[in-house]
């Protein structure tokens, strides 16, 4: 069954996140932002880039390297012409829920409302593969609202067509699971949203070399 993120024109998407009922697009640049502000890393990944919001507070006379990934080819083109100018800019088209990735390894890999759609399974593997030794994981979660809403109704059809691809992931559960791979959380934030939703923001430290070799791996 095709990935219903193939649907998704980015207009529509960047205007419904950008919505007055959403309002999730500048938060989640903010918190790239907070995460680069954090980290200050030589090279970074972002996973599920669409059009590459936040792109535009990337220093890059600190970060010499960008790497995005997305499964749809349409939003990569964009971020190709959008962010032409960033030095180091590699774009992969990957589905991260299915295909497993390789590449030069990076110092930050950025994982924001990522997770809830493409699964903690292979898209999980593939963003601790990527990180280099001592780098670091940022992940930003949806948080449920009271009444266990999970989604703002759209008045794009192919928003809608999200709703049956997504699904909360706990803070408390990836804290626990990353600890049992060696990761240290070493900053941690929730942020309010309209619709009475948030988001919760961690950043993990990676185990560096010598203690990714001592650190046991739950079988796959």
Known sequence: MSN???????????QHMSSVEVQQLGALSDLFAEAIGHCRPLSIAVLGIAGGNG?????????ARVVGLDLNPQYLEAVRERYSHLPGLELH?????EQYV???PVQLVHAALVFEHAGVDCCLENAISMIAPGGNLSVVLQLPTESGQTAVASQFSSIQNLKSHFSLISPAWLRESLAGRGFRLIHQTTRALPAGKGFWTGIFSAPDAHESEMTPRPYA
């Open 55 to 63: 792109l535009d507070h990337i220093d890059s006379s600190i970060t």
């Open 4 to 14: 219903p993120w193939l649907t998704v024109p980015l207009t529509e998407y960047e």
């Open 93 to 97: 088209c990957v589905d991260l829920s």
């Open 102 to 104: 390789e590449f030069e």
